[in-house]
């Protein structure tokens, strides 16, 4: 009889532990810190925008940084990829925030038109043709090592006459990938406002030109490049103008993405003249084979974004987009399971006093903290095609079955 009270006090227990597991991840507050990169102090007066990454970059909620840069907002879930965004001095600055995650940090910098030790490390155009239209992925790679750190809020550069300018993406060092629109300023110069921060910044912007099946290029740069790359699909023919100075170079080495494709360089492009080429002939990017093992309907609407090369000219290919609701609400939920169980765990050990051994209790924590930092890392790779359906169901299949063994160990 006594045995049976305990039980069923020991049921209640894990139950009341559950329904406030619940409550804490309906109504859970993220507190957030904005410092100064620049003065090395906290950003105060900064205004900071929650926004939901679900919904299309949804303003969900706005607050300002008190005197010592906080700043905090009572979240309606905790299962919602969100980011944060701080605007200071004019110049916006996001943070990605985790689904489950309580804490954030923004580090911002005082701003200039013009920073000195922001430079353009490379810059590539990447061809495709066929019939009456030729798109080029223009890319920029930007190296920002400024002292004192600091931020230059746009980039300025030049495309060529009658450029049909598309939607264009860019991200820093360790950030979040952002849509981006090239601005016209006149004379065929463009202006992308998107902070080129301390670090490095990759920023692509894609346009087609009418295409009669041959046509001249003379690039117009809006500063030194240390390397100008020129990347074509092997079925179309490349030339260099007179007294442009391109030397080939061997795809693989230049970055394993661009497998398929010829890669012509120009170093050290102070002279415009330089760089004057022409291409001829039609052309697709080669599909990479982390898209080919995707396939389905899905795989096939998205080529047209992302068959383009990437790797070591930072050209933006694969990284991973924002897990999908569903997504997040399952590993929200695997999340709450694991803290419940942890939760058990610990309220159990202290009832039972003796009965359960120390060791297991000093574990617990650890190995599900563990679980879900796996569950995580297959749920990117999944989504970045690193692995296959069979892999990904394989891995978790047992994911799953450790889980179930760890919260039974109680």
């Not at 998107?194 to 295409?211: A, D, F, K, Q, R």
């Amino acid at each position: 009889m006594a045995y049976a009270r305990f039980s069923s006090r020991k049921h209640v227990s894990c139950a009341v532990v559950i329904f406030l597991c619940c409550l804490a991840a309906s109504g859970q507050v993220l507190r957030g810190m904005a410092n100064n990169g620049t003065t090395k102090k906290p950003a105060a007066g900064d205004d900071v925008v929650l926004v939901r990454l679900d919904k299309g970059m949804e303003t969900e909620a706005r607050t300002k940084t008190n005197a010592r840069g906080e700043f905090n907002f009572e979240l309606p879930d905790s299962q919602t990829m969100r980011a944060v965004r701080v605007r200071h001095q004019n110049v916006n600055y996001f943070q990605p925030v985790m689904p489950g995650a309580t804490s954030v940090a923004v580090t911002v910098y005082d701003s200039a038109q013009t920073v000195p030790g922001v430079h353009q490390t490379n810059q590539s155009a990447i061809f495709e043709a066929q019939g009456n239209t030729i798109r080029v992925y223009e890319i920029f790679n930007i190296r920002n090592d400024s002292q004192p750190p600091r931020t230059q809020p746009a980039l300025a550069f030049y495309l060529p006459e009658g450029a049909k300018v598309e939607s264009g993406q860019a991200m820093r060092e360790g950030g979040m990938t952002l849509k981006v629109a090239a601005a016209p300023l006149g004379d065929n110069k463009y202006s992308v406002s998107y902070p080129l921060m301390p670090g490095e910044t990759h920023i692509e912007v894609p346009y087609t030109l009418p295409y009669t099946g041959t046509l001249k290029f003379e690039p117009k740069l809006a500063g030194t490049v240390e390397k100008f790359y020129v990347v074509t699909p092997k079925s179309m023919a490349f030339a260099a103008e007179s007294g442009a100075q391109y030397q080939a170079a061997d795809a693989e080495n230049v970055a394993p993405d661009l497998k398929g494709m010829d890669v012509h360089i120009a170093n050290n492009t102070a002279d415009e003249k330089q760089l004057a080429f022409s291409v001829a002939g039609e052309g697709r990017v080669p599909q990479q084979p982390a898209q080919q093992a995707g396939g389905g309907q899905e795989g096939n609407s998205r080529q047209s974004d992302e068959n383009r090369p990437g790797g070591g000219m930072g050209i933006p290919n694969e990284r991973p987009n924002p897990l999908s609701n569903g997504e997040w609400k399952f590993l929200g939920i695997l999340t709450l399971f694991m803290a419940a169980g942890a939760a058990i765990i610990f309220m159990t050990s202290h009832n039972q006093g003796a009965v359960v051994p120390a060791q297991p209790q000093a574990h617990s924590a650890p190995v599900l903290d563990a679980l879900k930092e796996e569950m995580f890392q297959l749920e990117a790779e999944r989504l970045q095609g690193k692995i296959n359906g069979h892999e990904y169901e394989t891995a978790k299949a047992a994911l799953v079955k450790t889980l179930q063994r760890a919260m039974r160990r109680k």
